[in-house]
Each structure stands twice: as structure tokens, then as C-alpha cells.
């Protein structure tokens, strides 16, 4: 959207067209309210720094304007257009207070669909929100080998979201005391009611303790329904820590965990920890998969394991789960930064029936996901998982929706790991990327 003045034209216009160092436009605001003034002068008093950006939505009172305007005191200021990135056709209100700050806009991710996806007898669509070329049609043609091998198995073997405070004390004994509080069984029931009383859905499982020093890590770990859990984990937390806070007034907080790959996410578990498994026939492998089942036993042990072994990986025993989790994260409105740990995954492959068919498993131990809460609210996420059957909160069986999109994603990298496997095992990667990456038109032109 261009600026449109009333007033002359600034030097910060014109700094918008040429790049030049930009002079703070002069603007007087008229009115009770900011928003009897033009959207143009407001956008120059942003610019000059009489009206603070992060305040136009209370100001103005209405988030799309709010965004508008914005904007265009963004182009003024940097002097560089935001043509390419759309403004409307996005509804600002549902993300006020809850998904983003200050926004400008909104970045357009094209969502390819895989599948259908035959996982534990149903079939299921999947959303994949990708600019990475091969992707979609890859994890499809996975989809395609475990449909046609009779589908694929997807356990829900454990789930709690962590958060990991630390608390600090004048003395390792002090720390110690703590950790011998929160341990001892008479203490787990009140603990726990101080917990779950921040949310119907909050239940703590349990705290585990490790001390270093003067300082106490607690890892609490605890049932959050379909939320992804942060932020309910978070205010239980918060209500134990002030609790404790009185019976150990020496306890300085410092700080919790967030969002980075940690070995003991990898071997405890954070989120939902799924296996899923398949066999796939001897005549899939050939057929669709166009490779042989020795060849893929021989490259996972010497890709997947080794190499990552080699490699120093932690979590990361896998060809690319990271992509599909990314993938499917963005399309239905997950945390991306929690692909992290969400993408730890290890891939197995065996010979099964006397050797002929392939058994392949992906044991996932940190899916990190929700239907509620967070980007699921939001209404393209919400359509995609709307698609997977597990859009919102399960009133009858609460969790039950994210238990099974943690399933879905499981089998979805599954899909993925046999897909990619393959390729590379029939020397297709490159061929493929060829034909499918590589834009062929003309870069400058376009
Ligand atoms: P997160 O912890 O994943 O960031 P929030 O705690 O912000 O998510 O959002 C979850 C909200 O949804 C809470 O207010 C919770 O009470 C509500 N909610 C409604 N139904 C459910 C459900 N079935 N499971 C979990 N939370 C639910």
C-alpha cells in the first residue's frame, strides 16, 4: 500500500524512492484522538517519534489500520518498499495480544497436502507448509509405500511438557534441603495441587532435581490436554516456585529452561514421545520407492546411524525429520522454534520375513504439539487442522486431539525418511532436485 499524504511531499518520501539518509518528517497531529488524524500524518509521527508503533493499536483501536500505518512509516523510515509483502486479507485482531507484535504484514507460505496417510486405520491428509521443492511430493510418495504395505502404526508411548527453573542459594546444603523437600512423598500432593490449581487442564506428573553447587534445577513435568503446554506448565511452575518461595525464603529464582536441544529432552522426553512403525513389501520398495531393501538397510546403517554417530548427533539419528516437522509445524499454527527437539528422531530399519520386506521405525521422543492455544487459533492453521480431524480442543476426551497430531507427524516423517532414503539409495536426489528445485526461469527477469 503507498503512502498518501496530504501533506507535501517530506524528504522521508522521497528517501522511499531513492534510498537517501532520511530527514524526520515534520507533522502536527490534529484532534482528541489519533485517529481523527489521517492515517499518512500518524504514519509520520511514528517516524519522527512522536507516537510510539507499538502503541497504534490501542490508539487507533483498530488493528488492520494499526498495521496499515505502520507500514508506511516502516517504508518511510527504512526508505524501502514492503510491495511483496501482503497486507490484506488477514484478520489483525486474532493475532493482537497473542501471536505477534507490531505487525506489518504477512509472510505467504504455499501449503502442500500428502497422502493419504494410512496410520493406525485411518487415512489423513497432511498439510505441509513448504517452499522447499521435492518436499510434499516426497513425504507423498512415502505415504503411497505405507498405503500400499497395509499402513503404518503410530504409539503414544509417554507425554508431559517441561520446564526446567533454577533457583540458587547461599549454600549447597540449602540446595540440597530443597531437593530432599521436593522428593519426599508426603510433600508430592500439595505440591501438585499448587500446580494444577492454574488451569483445568494443568497436571503436574512430577519434579525431577539436580543440583550444581549452590543451585537446584527442577525439571517438572506435567499433562496440559490439547495445549502444546507452555505457558500452562509456565503459571504451574510459578505457583509452586512462589509456594516454595515461603518455606525457603533464602531461594532466589533465576530463571527457566527454554527453547534448545538438551540430551535430556532427547532420553526423558518433552512434549509427546511417539514409535511408529511399518513394514513395507519387498514389491513397494522395488516399485515406488524404485530401490532394493538391502540397499536401503545398508545406507541407514551407514547414513542415519554412523554418519550421525560420526557426526556427534544428538537426537538427530535420521535423514530429515527436521523438514517435515518444520513442514507441518507451520501449516497447522505449531511453535517453530520448537522444531528443535521436536525433530528428534532416530530411524530404524530391519529385514523382516526372512529378510524380503522392510521394517522401518521413527522413535520420536519430543513432539512438541497442540490444537489449542498459541497459532492453532488462527484461521488458515485452524483450516489445516481441520483437515487432520483434530482442529481445537476434544470436548469428550481432552488431549486426545494433539495426542493424535503427534501421532500424524510421527508417521508423516516416517513417510519422509522412507521417501528420502530411497532417493538416495537409487542416486535420484540430485535428479530429482534438478527437475523439481531449480527454478528455470530467468532470476533477473523475474
Ligand atoms: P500453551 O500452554 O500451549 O501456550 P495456552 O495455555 O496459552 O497454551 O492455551 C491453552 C488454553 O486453552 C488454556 O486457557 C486452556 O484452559 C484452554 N483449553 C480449552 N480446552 C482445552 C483442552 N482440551 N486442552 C488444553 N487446554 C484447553
Not at 539518509?21 to 500524518?41: A, F, H, R, S, T
Not at 481445537?392 to 476426551?397: E, F, K, L, V, Y
Not at 532414503?421 to 534438478?434: D, E, I, N
Amino acid at each position: 500500500m503507498e503512502a498518501d499524504f496530504n501533506t507535501p511531499p517530506t524528504t522521508c518520501e522521497m528517501a522511499a524512492k531513492e534510498e537517501i539518509v532520511v530527514k524526520k518528517p515534520e507533522v502536527q497531529l490534529k484532534g482528541i484522538g489519533l485517529g481523527d488524524n489521517e492515517d499518512g500524518d500518524i504514519a509520520a509521527a511514528v517516524c519522527n517519534g512522536t507516537v510510539a508503533s507499538y502503541s497504534l493499536e490501542s490508539s487507533l483501536g483498530d488493528c488492520k489500520r494499526a498495521a496499515s500505518v505502520r507500514r508506511t512509516a516502516l517504508e518511510l523510515m527504512t526508505g524501502r518498499s514492503l510491495n511483496g509483502l501482503p497486507l490484506e486479507g488477514f484478520n489483525y485482531e486474532s493475532i493482537l495480544g497473542q501471536c505477534c507484535e507490531m505487525p506489518v504484514g504477512y509472510v505467504q507460505v504455499p501449503v502442500g497436502v500428502a497422502g493419504p496417510l494410512l496410520l493406525n486405520g485411518s487415512e489423513y491428509m497432511v498439510p505441509m507448509a513448504t517452499t522447499e521443492g521435492c518436499l510434499v511430493a516426497s513425504t507423498n510418495r512415502g505415504c503411497k509405500a505405507i498405503l500400499m504395505s497395509g499402513g503404518a502404526t503410530s504409539i503414544l508411548i509417554r507425554e508431559g511438557m517441561t520446564r526446567a527453573p533454577v533457583v540458587r542459594f547461599q549454600s549447597a546444603k540449602r540446595a540440597a534441603d530443597l531437593k530432599f523437600y521436593i522428593e519426599d512423598p508426603t510433600n508430592s500432593d500439595s505440591l501438585s495441587d499448587i500446580f494444577n490449581r492454574t488451569s483445568r487442564f494443568a497436571r503436574l506428573q512430577d519434579i525431577k532435581c539436580a543440583v550444581a553447587g549452590k543451585n537446584l534445577y527442577m525439571r517438572f513435568s506435567c499433562f496440559t490436554g490439547d495445549a502444546m503446554g507452555m505457558n500452562m506448565v509456565s503459571k504451574g511452575v510459578q505457583n509452586v516456585l512462589d509456594h516454595l518461595q515461603i518455606m525457603f525464603p533464602d531461594m532466589d529464582v533465576i530463571s527457566v529452561s527454554d527453547k534448545k536441544p538438551t540430551a535430556v529432552n532427547w532420553i526423558e522426553g518433552r512434549g509427546k514421545s511417539v514409535v511408529c512403525e511399518a513394514i513395507i513389501t519387498e514389491a513397494v520398495v522395488n516399485k515406488v520407492l524404485k530401490t532394493t531393501v538391502p540397499a536401503l538397510l545398508e545406507l541407514n546403517m551407514l547414513k542415519n546411524l554412523t554418519g550421525s554417530a560420526m557426526a556427534g548427533a544428538m537426537g538427530g539419528f535420521n535423514a530429515h525429520a527436521a523438514n517435515i516437522v518444520s513442514a507441518i509445524f507451520i501449516a497447522t499454527g505449531q511453535d517453530p522454534a520448537q522444531n528443535v527437539e521436536s525433530s528428534h528422531c532416530i530411524t530404524m530399519m530391519e529385514g523382516v520375513n526372512g529378510g524380503k520386506d522392510l521394517h522401518i521405525s521413527v522413535s520420536m521422543p519430543c513432539i512438541e504439539v497442540g490444537t489449542v492455544g498459541g497459532g492453532t487459533q488462527l484461521a488458515s492453521q485452524a483450516a489445516c487442522l481441520n483437515m487432520l480431524g483434530v482442529k481445537g480442543a476434544n470436548g469428550t476426551s481432552p488431549g486426545s486431539n494433539a495426542q493424535k497430531l503427534a501421532t500424524v507427524v510421527a508417521a508423516a516423517v516416517m513417510a519422509g525418511e522412507l521417501s528420502l532414503m530411497s532417493a538416495l539409495a537409487a542416486g535420484q536426489l540430485v535428479k530429482s532436485h534438478m527437475k523439481y528445485n531449480r527454478s528455470t526461469k530467468d532470476v533477473k527477469a523475474a
